[in-house]
């Protein structure tokens, strides 16, 4: 039974990150055409709007759990809806694509660490060598073998957006795990979407007050369709389902996959070749990650039994 609900939890994971591939490609495209702001938030006013007629009915139903957790709620939908991807996209403006792939990796150890330091979790020798198998993977990627490269690098203003955006999401992620119980995924999801909208129309007025109003090209419209549906809502869903179901940790180690992703869409859309130094890239990454998230028998059997005592007690 456990193994089956960490291999949902896996796949979970690696269907959001998996999109959010796509979302990174497609934001780097409209960095022109729209402000961040407004992206920021037609992407999630477009979320909110396809995922309103599934989930009102269990936001209605566990309205009074979200009134009772409305701190929680406010700071959580603030780190995950109003700031993340703002960020992200801001940084995207004065920062070069080779620093922010690096900062992205980022999230994940950010993870490990706050989970250690507040949470108690230990850093086993495992996920400490499957840390430096993946973060080996992915810098040999970005820099395609040529790690004299990394030298060269100068950090931005929107280098620390960035890592801001990194540590926003790591955060957020750590919070799902203390989720008010008995309140649904959809409900949760649809209270997040409407309070995080709400903290970012304020900077949405702001920054069009005084514009002329110019129509989006279709390209535009069809991007943030895309960020809408997928990188916002389906994405989110999926991600906090695996948060829940194998945990931060793990899941922000599956997140490291997010390079292999972005570059097998870039062959498929944009026509980027796939070298071997991708395919040394992918047997660091994917080993890497299955070693730090191995757990032995025993250990499985020693927490089932922990879980029993608990109950009984």
């Known amino acids: ?17 998996a999109i959010w591939s796509g979302n990174f490609v497609i934001a780097r495209g409209l960095s022109d055409s729209i402000s961040p702001v407004n992206l920021a938030f037609f992407r999630w006013a477009t979320a909110l709007l396809f995922f309103l007629p599934f989930a009102l009915k269990s936001l209605i139903k566990d309205i009074r759990i979200v009134r009772k957790n409305l701190l929680y709620f406010i700071l959580t939908s603030i780190l995950g809806v109003t700031l993340f991807n703002t960020l992200i996209y801001f940084a995207g403006h004065t920062s070069t694509a080779m620093n922010l792939s690096l900062i992205s ?13 507040f949470l108690g979790e230990k850093i086993k020798i495992n996920k400490g060598i499957g840390i430096v198998l993946v973060g080996f993977g992915v810098v ?3 820099t395609k073998g040529d790690f004299l490269a990394l030298k060269n690098l100068s950090f931005s203003k929107g280098d620390l957006l960035m890592v801001g955006a990194a540590l926003t999401f790591a955060v957020y992620s750590i919070l799902l795990k203390k989720k008010p119980e008995n309140i649904s995924l ?68 599956v997140y490291y996959t997010l390079p ?53 007690a």
Request: proline share 5%; with cysteine.
């Open 105 to 117: 990796i980022t999230f994940p150890v950010f993870i490990i660490i706050i989970s250690r330091l």
């Open 186 to 253: 959809f409900g949760f999801q649809l209270a997040c979407f409407i309070i995080g909208l709400i903290f970012l129309f304020p900077f949405f007025i702001y920054e069009n007050i005084g514009k002329e109003i110019i129509l989006p090209s279709m390209e535009t419209v069809y991007s943030i369709l895309y960020v809408g549906i997928f990188a916002s809502l389906t994405a989110f869903v999926l991600w906090n389902k695996a948060i829940l179901t194998i945990g931060p940790a793990k899941s922000g180690m």
């Open 1 to 17: 039974m456990k193994f089956k609900r960490d291999s949902a939890g896996y796949v979970y994971a690696i269907l959001a990150t």
């Open 140 to 142: 040999t990627l970005i």
């Open 260 to 312: 292999l992703f972005s570059g097998l869409l870039a062959f498929i859309f944009l026509n980027e070749p796939i070298g071997l130094i991708h395919l040394f890239s992918a047997f660091l990454i994917l080993p890497g990650i299955i070693i730090a998230n191995y757990e032995p028998h025993h250990d499985s059997e020693d927490s089932s039994l922990k879980e029993e005592v608990r109950k009984a």
